[in-house]
T-cell receptor
Framework: AQTVTQSQPEMSVQEAETVTLSCTYD???????LFWYKQPPSRQMILVIR??????QNATENRFSVNFQKAAKSFSLKISDSQLGDAAMYFC??????????????FGGGTRLMVKP | DAMVIQNPRYQVTQFGKPVTLSCSQT?????MYWYQQKSSQAPKLLFH???????NEADTPDNFQSRRPNTSFCFLDIRSPGLGDAAMYLC??????????????FGDGTRLSIL
């Protein structure tokens, strides 16, 4: 079974600064996908960024980028130029690449990010 | 906009009184999921429908049931809610199939309170 670990229950960052959220995972599979989801308080969980394991290039979406280290099974999220609206719970998630896996997600425990004005 | 819609946003029920939460989607996704999320915790998958096939997680209590009458709608039935069932319930959808790489799309959730 796969496991996903987020070792930082809470993080804080000053507005306009950069913060990195950590995520490690354990799997014996070679084909899989990794995601970061953002869940603001009392609001919808939305996809921030995703990474296919077969791609060596790190995914980037505007101010959000990942550092994907496949050998180390690490998948950290970097938020640049942090904004107040970035304050939320962030969940790292793993999905098997097997076609019969039903796109099931394994979530990490989450990191609460606070942004200080 | 295509989306996942959950009704109601907030639901209050009495201890032991059956309750139904609903989810609809306009994405035409073939898989629908129900998660339970307690405060400051990760979502926990209860079950999912792959097309018409129901897949229950091994540790989902018998108290929780689901129905999917058609592609667009999925319901979560809690037969006899206990205080421990108070949580946010999230519905999500995804398209699974050959060549499909769809992430899961989530609804806003229904927050269930038990009196």
């Amino acid at each position: 079974a796969q496991t996903v670990t987020q070792s930082q229950p809470e993080m804080s960052v000053q507005e306009a600064e950069t913060v990195t959220l950590s995520c490690t995972y354990d799997t014996s599979e070679s084909d899989y996908y990794l995601f970061w989801y953002k869940q603001p308080p009392s609001r919808q969980m939305i996809l921030v960024i995703r990474q296919e394991a077969y791609k060596q290039q790190n995914a980037t979406e505007n101010r959000f980028s990942v550092n994907f280290q496949k050998a180390a099974k690490s998948f950290s999220l970097k938020i640049s130029d942090s904004q107040l609206g970035d304050a939320a719970m962030y969940f790292c998630a793993y999905r098997s690449g097997l076609s019969n896996a039903g796109n099931m997600l394994t979530f990490g425990g989450g990191t609460r990010l606070m942004v200080k004005p | 906009d295509a989306m996942v819609i959950q009704n109601p946003r907030y639901q209050v029920t009495q201890f032991g009184k059956p309750v139904t939460l609903s989810c609809s989607q306009t994405l035409n996704h073939n898989v629908m999921y129900w998660y339970q999320q307690k405060s400051s915790q990760a979502p926990k998958l209860l079950f999912h429908y792959y097309d018409k096939d129901f897949n229950n997680e091994a540790d989902t209590p018998d108290n929780f049931q689901s129905r999917r009458p058609n592609t667009s709608f999925c319901f979560l039935d809690i037969r006899s809610p206990g205080l421990g069932d108070a949580a946010m319930y999230l519905c999500a959808t995804s398209r699974v199939g050959a060549g499909s790489n769809q992430p899961q799309h989530f609804g806003d959730g229904t927050r269930l309170s038990i009196l």
